[in-house]
């Protein structure tokens, strides 16, 4: 099968490079012209440092070149994912569509598969997620991942098509599952590192991923989640990889907010706009999701560090 990746990011790059080093021809298509020569030329794209492009990759900017694929990874934000699919759905129809964003979309409240159903239902719409950062991905390093589709057969197409010897792809059918568990792990990604930020400590953090993964469960099985899903790669995998290491953008901007540093504002933090998403999904619902709510509101400005950890620390006592 032919595949293309929609993104010149770091993970869609990432992952053009896992899949042409070991059995792909891939093309990737990125907004940026300048970005997209420096990819043809030199081989490189600056947010992958290190990383040499191989051979077997080619790049446009042209965005028509990607509709020649029977595959399309879309590596791109989680919200601007439903304005790519409006624009360009009659291209897309047909195609294997593959979410590779974690977040909600906050105009419906929707995760990128049920997204790409609902705007191109002519596709097959998958979704990959779990444990991993764009650098391990790049240079080969072991993986093992989450794809999420409703039919199981077109999955288990799309795993053989998109496993590599280094990343491996377990399959399941509950995409909302696979959906909740890599947008909600971000929020509480940006609450750990507010807590180590904010000097709190290692068992404080412990305390809170902890914490934080039954407030996952109860807001996705409540939605229609699988239990199992958010306990495997794309739930608890994740939720382990991005609450502890400085490579997750999230962790990063929950540190900056924790030690009231600036963050670039250029970078994307999915996790910002999934908090406010999870925050209204809560009130609707009627759902307690204390960590999801101080984190929407420190984003917002409407809390300080220190008045969102009393708020948490004040909570009631009760049985685990």
Same mark, same amino acid.
Request: proline share 3%; aromatic share 4%; net charge negative.
């Given at each position: 099968?032919?595949?293309?990746?929609?993104?010149?990011?770091?993970?869609?790059?990432?992952?053009?490079?896992?899949?042409? #080093?070991?059995?792909?021809?891939?093309?990737?298509?990125?907004?940026?012209?300048?970005?997209?020569?420096?990819?043809?030329?030199?081989?490189?794209?600056?947010?992958?440092?290190?990383?040499?492009?191989? /051979?077997?990759?080619?790049?446009?900017?042209?965005?028509?070149?990607?509709?020649?694929?029977?595959?399309?990874?879309?590596?791109?934000?989680?919200?601007?994912?439903?304005?790519?699919?409006?624009?360009?759905? !009659?291209?897309?129809?047909? !195609?294997? #569509?593959?979410?590779?964003? !974690?977040? *909600?979309?906050?105009?419906?409240?929707?995760?990128?598969?049920?997204?790409?159903?609902?705007?191109?239902?002519?596709?097959? $719409?998958?979704?990959?997620?779990?444990?991993?950062?764009?650098?391990?991905?790049?240079?080969?390093?072991?993986?093992?991942?989450?794809?999420?589709?409703?039919?199981?057969?077109?999955?288990?197409?799309?795993?053989?098509?998109?496993?590599?010897?280094?990343?491996? #792809?377990?399959?399941?059918?509950?995409?909302?599952?696979?959906?909740?568990?890599?947008?909600? !792990?971000?929020?509480?990604?940006?609450?750990?590192?507010?807590? *180590?930020?904010?000097?709190?400590?290692?068992?404080?953090?412990?305390?809170? *991923?902890? @914490? +934080?993964?039954?407030?996952?469960?109860?807001?996705?099985?409540?939605?229609?989640?699988?239990?199992?899903?958010?306990?495997?790669?794309?739930?608890? +995998?994740?939720?382990?990889?991005?609450?502890?290491?400085?490579?997750?953008?999230?962790? @990063?901007?929950?540190?900056?907010?924790?030690? $009231?540093?600036?963050?670039?504002?250029?970078?994307?933090?999915? +996790?910002?706009?999934?908090?406010?998403?999870?925050?209204?999904?809560?009130?609707?619902?009627?759902?307690?999701?204390? *960590?999801?709510?101080?984190?929407?509101?420190?984003?917002?400005?409407?809390?300080?560090?220190?008045?969102?950890?009393?708020?948490? #620390?004040?909570?009631?006592?009760? /049985?685990?």
């Amino acid at each position: 099968m032919k595949i293309g990746v929609a993104g010149g990011g770091a993970f869609g790059t990432a992952l053009g490079v896992a899949l042409a #080093l070991d059995h792909n021809d891939i093309h990737l298509w990125a907004r940026n012209p300048d970005a997209v020569a420096t990819m043809h030329t030199d081989r490189t794209n600056a947010k992958l440092p290190g990383v040499v492009l191989p /051979e077997r990759m080619t790049f446009s900017s042209d965005l028509n070149s990607l509709f020649d694929f029977d595959v399309i990874l879309l590596a791109i934000p989680a919200q601007t994912l439903r304005d790519f699919l409006t624009a360009n759905a !009659k291209h897309l129809a047909g !195609k294997y #569509l593959v979410a590779c964003c !974690k977040g *909600i979309d906050l105009s419906r409240m929707t995760g990128p598969a049920s997204t790409i159903r609902a705007l191109v239902p002519d596709a097959v $719409a998958a979704m990959l997620t779990g444990p991993s950062f764009a650098a391990d991905i790049a240079r080969g390093l072991p993986a093992a991942l989450t794809l999420a589709c409703t039919d199981d057969a077109h999955c288990a197409i799309l795993q053989t098509a998109l496993s590599t010897t280094s990343m491996r #792809l377990y399959r399941t059918t509950d995409t909302v599952g696979a959906e909740l568990g890599g947008a909600l !792990k971000n929020v509480m990604a940006i609450a750990s590192g507010v807590t *180590i930020g904010a000097g709190l400590g290692e068992s404080a953090r412990a305390a809170l *991923i902890t @914490r +934080g993964f039954p407030e996952m469960q109860r807001l996705a099985t409540e939605l229609g989640a699988q239990s199992d899903t958010l306990s495997g790669l794309s739930g608890f +995998g994740d939720l382990v990889l991005t609450c502890t290491s400085d490579q997750s953008r999230n962790y @990063r901007y929950g540190l900056a907010l924790g030690k $009231a540093e600036a963050f670039d504002a250029a970078t994307t933090v999915e +996790g910002a706009a999934t908090a406010h998403a999870v925050r209204q999904l809560a009130q609707d619902l009627g759902i307690d999701m204390p *960590i999801c709510t101080v984190v929407a509101d420190l984003t917002e400005g409407k809390t300080d560090v220190t008045t969102a950890l009393n708020a948490l #620390l004040s909570r009631p006592l009760k /049985e685990e």
